[in-house]
């Protein structure tokens, strides 16, 4: 036998002889033979284990071998079956085949009739033994194209961007979740004629492709506001998807929330045009008294040639400062990502600030008294954002102060907070004004403030480092009596706050 | 000029370098100007002052304090009878523009006229003058 390995074969007979010779005969051709002397044995034997070939009597006293030949197909159906009989009759061999037997053997027979019957029925076993290899393999690939399948649904259905695939007749055929969000469909059919259900914009993007024999590489996109006033923003685009002969097959529609995108796009706008019109308005007050001078028509006295100088100078100042504390602004944005944080002590940074003002502070004859609690916890921040924050409040307290007020500091722990109060005597706040405090170039306009200079930029500037530290700040003041700002920045980061939530559990 | 009287103009503005500017430019053409430096000033000094014109800035509180003053002026038994002119640099900035040129802006802008800034002197003057003229003819 060239095969590889031996073709098993089971021989049922209950004739001695007969097992004995056959099974020395086909030994020596190379097969395994194993051999049973009853019915019972050879149904035992030829379930237990798959034979490739069994040989079976039609004749035995304890069981008929059609029976025995019936249970082990049962067993094992590919087993080719071989019907040995004495008494072979044109009938025996047709109920033989009947119930499944290859073919049968007539006996006696011939060494040379067993091994062209044997060998036939090996053929049949081995295109048996292939269909059967062909047959599991193209169930596994089934299984594993369904697998497939399955997972790029799972894949589809978990991006956030929508997906929408609709064939040549514009019917929907792919489509996830996100889509159907977006587009505020409750659910659609497969196969569903989609197109003059989606956003204008949306169904234009689809009709570019579909009136095309060919599929074209390439892809249109469009910005669309689904929900307006920019609570809904989202960019489509599509690209086509081809046949295999390059004909389109159908379009692709991909949709990306954009709405945050756009958000921050309009508050960057509305800043830049709030900047542009700050920075124009110092810029137009000295260009028009310019004006004023080079205007032969007017005449102007000394006092107001001196005193136009004087305001287009402190114009200017304010403008300089501006463009300072802008770029401060931009740089602070930056900054998140490269912060120095180190312990700090806010005494030691307070202190310094004070003396850079001394000069202020004496002309306007001002008090300042500075108290701090005992045994401050030191902070963990940025000592130039601290420092800058301070830097703003107090200059406030002074620029907007009364000729021989006070300024009071006082720091102390509050809870996992250090608040630092500043106080000051100075022309407060209305009620009104309060609220907008913070805002970038808000600044409170009467006859008290007309003559300070001031950018809009200082206290938003302190708001924003605030925030940056998840601190807090809070703002008392009555007007013309004073104002007071406290604030809070915590001293508890990183590893205490894990330690405090391990302390609450036990 | 052609009456003796000086006409009164009322200048709202709270850029106190323009107000001053402005109120410069406006003397010298002949004009005796009252000025005031937020809506509410302005408006106790139109009652009070019961000014010729008012020229007023858009932007100044709120970004449309100009138009609510000059409503207010406009919706006044005495303010009918007056030239109200809004000051706007808005039109530059926003690249919004608007005017009071046509029938449905005056219908909702109550306002005669809107000049943009920077003000050219000439250009406001003969406004005025046109307004005080057709008011006497």
């Known amino acids: 036998m060239e095969n590889s390995h031996s073709p098993k074969i089971l021989i049922i007979d209950d004739e001695k002889g007969l097992r004995i010779g056959t099974k020395r005969l086909l030994e020596g051709e190379g097969y395994y033979v194993e051999t049973a002397e009853n019915g019972y044995d050879g149904i035992s034997l030829g379930t237990k284990t798959e034979f490739d070939l069994a040989i079976i009597d039609l004749k035995m006293p304890d069981i008929d071998g059609l029976q025995v030949m019936k249970e082990i197909l049962k067993a094992f159906p590919d087993t080719v079956c071989l019907i040995a009989t004495g008494y072979a009759s044109y009938e025996t061999a047709v109920e033989a085949i009947k119930f499944g037997a290859f073919s049968y053997i007539p006996k006696p027979f011939t060494p040379e009739e067993l091994f062209q019957k044997l060998s036939q029925g090996y053929s049949r076993r081995e295109l048996i033994i292939e269909k059967r290899k062909w047959k599991e393999e193209r169930e596994e690939r089934l299984l594993e194209v369904a697998f497939e399948k399955s997972r790029l649904n799972t894949i589809i259905n978990s991006i956030s961007d929508g997906l929408l695939v609709v064939n040549k007749n514009g019917e929907a055929v792919l489509f996830n979740p996100s889509a159907l969000k977006y587009l505020g469909f409750e659910q659609i059919k497969i196969e569903e004629y989609v197109i003059d259900k989606l956003p204008p914009q949306i169904a234009g993007l689809i009709n570019k492709f579909l009136p095309l024999e060919k599929c074209e590489q390439k892809s249109f996109s469009s910005q669309v506001e689904l929900k307006p006033n920019r609570e809904l923003f989202v960019e489509a685009t599509s690209s086509p998807v081809a046949n295999p002969d390059g004909t389109l097959a159908g379009v692709v529609v991909v949709i990306k929330d954009i709405t945050e995108l756009k958000k921050i796009e309009f508050l960057k706008s509305q800043f830049v045009s709030m900047v542009s019109h700050e920075l124009k308005a110092p810029v137009a007050a000295v260009y028009g008294y310019l004006k004023l001078f080079s205007d032969s028509s007017i005449h102007l006295s000394e006092e107001q040639k001196l005193n136009y100088l004087n305001r287009s100078q402190i114009r200017l100042d304010g403008l300089l400062k501006m463009v300072n504390d802008l770029l401060d602004i931009s740089r602070m944005e930056l900054k998140t990502v490269s912060r120095e944080i180190s312990e700090q002590d806010l005494t030691v940074i307070i202190k310094p600030i004070i003396e850079l003002f001394q000069m202020e502070i004496s002309k306007k004859n001002l008090i300042v008294n500075v108290t701090v609690s005992e045994k401050l916890p030191h902070l963990h921040v940025d000592q130039d954002e601290i420092s800058r924050l301070f830097t703003n409040l107090i200059s406030n307290a002074i620029k907007y102060n009364k000729t021989g007020g006070s300024i009071n500091i006082n720091i102390t722990q509050s809870g996992n907070y250090i608040v630092t109060e500043i106080k000051d005597t100075g022309i407060g706040l209305k009620p009104a004004e309060k609220n907008k405090l913070f805002q970038e170039f808000f600044r409170a306009k009467n006859e008290k403030t007309k003559d300070i200079s001031g950018t809009g930029l200082g206290l938003s500037i302190v708001k924003r480092i605030i925030d940056s530290y998840s601190g807090k700040v809070e703002v008392e003041s009555e007007f013309n009596t004073g104002t007071s700002f406290k604030v809070f920045l915590p001293f508890r980061n990183g590893n205490n706050n894990t330690e405090q939530k391990a302390d609450k559990l036990t | ?137």
Not at chain 2, 38 to 52: A, I, R, Y
Not at chain 2, 74 to 93: C, Q, R
């Open chain 2, 1 to 137: 000029m052609q009456s003796d009287v000086k006409k009164k103009i009322l200048l709202v503005d709270d850029d106190v370098d323009l107000l001053e500017q402005n109120k410069v430019l406006l003397e010298s053409r002949g004009y005796q100007v009252i000025t005031a430096e937020n809506s509410q000033q302005g408006w106790e000094l139109f009652e009070s002052g019961k000014p010729d014109a008012a020229i007023i800035d858009l932007i100044m509180e709120e970004h449309d304090s100009g138009f609510v003053l000059s409503y207010k002026i406009k919706k006044d038994n005495y303010g009918k009878t007056i030239p109200v002119i809004v000051l706007t640099s808005a039109a530059y900035f926003t690249g919004f523009k608007f005017s009071a040129s046509t029938g449905e802006e005056k219908e909702w802008i109550k306002c005669d006229e809107i000049i943009n800034k920077p003000v050219v002197a000439d250009e406001l003057v003969k406004k005025l003058e046109s307004y005080f003229a057709s008011k006497e003819s």
